[in-house]
């Protein structure tokens, strides 16, 4: 988790009280947050990854100051047009293809404050981007720009800048190769042949994103006054979220936020939009999840110690607010603001005798034998994307769409195990090689009469370094099933997501339980993979039900 320093000065005139040193301790840790430390100068939190509105000092100071009712309720800022456009080409369709703008006017600086701008960027950078990698931000003084800014995409050895810290003008190629930051941030660019790059209109480079700035446009000093914010990526709804976390926390400093409108070729965009987000809330869910009986008016004054609004039986979120996907994210905000402290322990009426379930038994027992195999166990999420779960997959399984994902990157229940895993070799191309990844998760399909909604458990292992084959994987299962005691099967068939010739059906006592191949590379061109893949998926449900009838079970 990242750490945040605050300073304790600062953070108390945000939030408008001065508590005593334990009551501060108290409050920051019923928060949600790891209280590290507090002094008389400075306040050290670990701030948990869903809660990155609270990655500086003022996103902290507003989430706390509603908290201890000083400023409870939805906070309001004003975004005032700034009459400036952004020019978006088409060129950076194919690399990272948005961007979402703001300007920031008014602000006066000093070193303490460039040191709080910069903490934020990287906060962000390091959290919410992934190291940069699903999105980037870029901080520029708008005295040195002029408007229209263009962002485009180019051949990296025809555009050339001086980068921060360095005393040369270098091209996009160069840079990668000779600047410190450039070298860390490379593979982000990695087999692209065109880099991004944001312009003035006067022609002078800003930036080469996700990279860096240049020198000379795009360095803050404490003389600027006004500045021009860029968030670029690959998802839109996160790159809206990106830049309204730091446009808040400058208006929180004193500045005034203003909008850019963003000219795609078919569309136009005005960003940032602050605009709260309604929810519907169920009090009986509220309820039933909390064990409480809390009306409507409590329930109200809840979510705003937490920073929401509530009218008209709707929960009005801010639009800084990334993690709430789900209203058990509100019911879960509402819980803190009750206090845990303040929840009554209960004795179930019910006796019963422990044991543990056979299924996770079984899964320990698995997990232990694929890391003797030197393989690494991962755990992603049940929600997926369509297009990595089909499209890249070369296959036509069934999903289960959500009616309104929040987020497109999670817009299906998953529907197999296997897509996430080749999703995780394709985000670690740049570590060292063999990647033998093993994960045992929910998969979510439709019954036969599509009203419901069945889970099962299931297995996927894959294999990829640049000698891994068919008979690589077949003795991994090989392994499996005889620290199982099961004896088991393969027959020739055919998948689309693997090789045909090089594919089978796996069955045990003649129900059919897995598919084991050599991944297509058409999956491997989708995914961008440079390696080949073996993979096998098992259903681990039905593989519980053939231990738990053998004799002697082997679970035990």
């Known amino acids: 988790m990242p750490t945040l320093r605050l300073n304790r000065k600062e953070f108390e005139n945000l939030v408008g009280k001065r508590l005593s040193e334990e009551k501060l301790k108290d409050r920051i840790s019923m928060l ?26 003022q996103g902290f100071a507003r989430a706390f100051s509603a908290f201890i009712d000083v400023k409870p309720g939805l906070r309001k800022y004003k975004v005032k047009n700034s009459g400036e456009k952004i020019i978006i080409k088409d060129s950076v369709k194919e690399i990272r293809p948005y961007t979402v703008c703001a300007i920031i006017k008014n602000l006066k600086f000093n070193d303490e404050k460039i040191k709080e701008i910069i903490q934020i960027q990287e906060k962000l950078h390091v959290t919410f981007g992934r190291k940069r990698k699903k999105l980037a931000i870029g901080i520029y003084p708008c005295e ?18 001086r980068p921060l810290e360095y005393k040369n003008e270098l091209n996009g190629l160069q840079i990668l190769k000779l600047h410190p930051v450039g070298k860390e941030y490379a593979h982000l660019l990695e087999g692209c042949k065109q880099f991004p790059f944001f312009k003035d209109a006067n022609n002078n480079i800003l930036s080469m994103p996700p990279i860096i700035n240049s ?73 039933r999840l909390l064990g409480l009986d ?3 008016n ?46 009554k322990e209960e004795i179930p009426k019910v006796a019963t005798i422990a044991e543990e379930n056979p299924l996770q038994i079984l899964k320990r027992k698995i997990s232990d034998i694929l890391i003797g195999h030197k393989l690494i166990e991962t755990n992603s999420y049940n929600l997926a994307d ?30 197999w195990v296997l897509p996430s895993l080749i999703k995780i070799l394709s985000e670690n191309k740049h570590n060292e090689y063999p990647q033998n990844l093993f994960e045992m998760g929910d998969i979510f399909k439709k019954t036969e009469n599509g009203t ?30 005889n620290a199982l005691d099961l004896s088991y099967t393969i027959e020739e068939t055919k998948h689309n997501s693997f090789i045909e010739g090089r594919v089978g059906r796996i069955s045990v006592k003649k129900k059919e339980i897995a598919y084991i191949g050599e991944i297509h590379p058409q999956v491997l061109v989708n995914f961008g993979l440079n390696y080949p893949v ?20 082997p679970l035990k």
Request: proline share 4%.
């Open 32 to 57: 949600g947050t790891d209280l590290e430390e507090v002094n008389d100068k400075e306040i050290i939190v670990e701030v948990f990854p869903d809660r990155p509105d609270m990655l500086s000092e």
């Open 294 to 296: 809390l009306k409507k």
């Open 298 to 343: 409590k329930i109200k004054e809840l979510l705003e110690f937490m920073g929401y609004d509530y009218k008209n039986n709707k929960v009005l979120v801010p639009a800084y607010r990334s993690d709430v996907i789900h209203e058990v994210d509100i019911i879960e905000d509402i819980a803190i603001a009750y206090g845990f402290e303040n929840f």
């Open 144 to 161: 040195k720009i002029k408007f229209p800014v263009t962002y485009f995409a180019e051949n990296p050895e025809k555009v050339k800048f």
């Open 215 to 287: 020198y000379d446009t795009g360095r803050i000093t404490e003389e600027t006054k006004e500045i021009f914010i860029e968030c670029s990526g690959f998802e839109w709804h996160n790159l809206n979220f990106c830049l309204n976390i730091i446009v808040t926390a400058l208006a929180d400093m004193g500045g005034e936020i203003y909008s850019l409108e963003l000219d795609y070729k078919n569309k136009k965009e005005i960003t940032p939009d602050l605009n709260p987000k309604e929810w519907n809330l169920n009090i009986g869910n509220v309820n």
């Open 452 to 481: 419901q909604i069945k889970e099962a458990i299931r297995l996927a292992i894959v294999l990829c370094h640049e000698k891994t084959n068919f008979t690589e994987i077949k003795q991994i299962l090989d392994s499996l099933m």
């Open 534 to 553: 073996a993979a096998l998926e098992l259903n681990l449900t039905d593989l519980l039900n053939f231990c738990l009838e053998s004799e002697p079970k």
């Open 386 to 415: 369509k297009e990595d779960m089909i499209t890249r997959m070369n296959n036509k399984i069934s999903c289960i769409e959500l009616t309104n994902p929040v987020n497109q990157d999670y817009n299906v229940m998953r529907p």
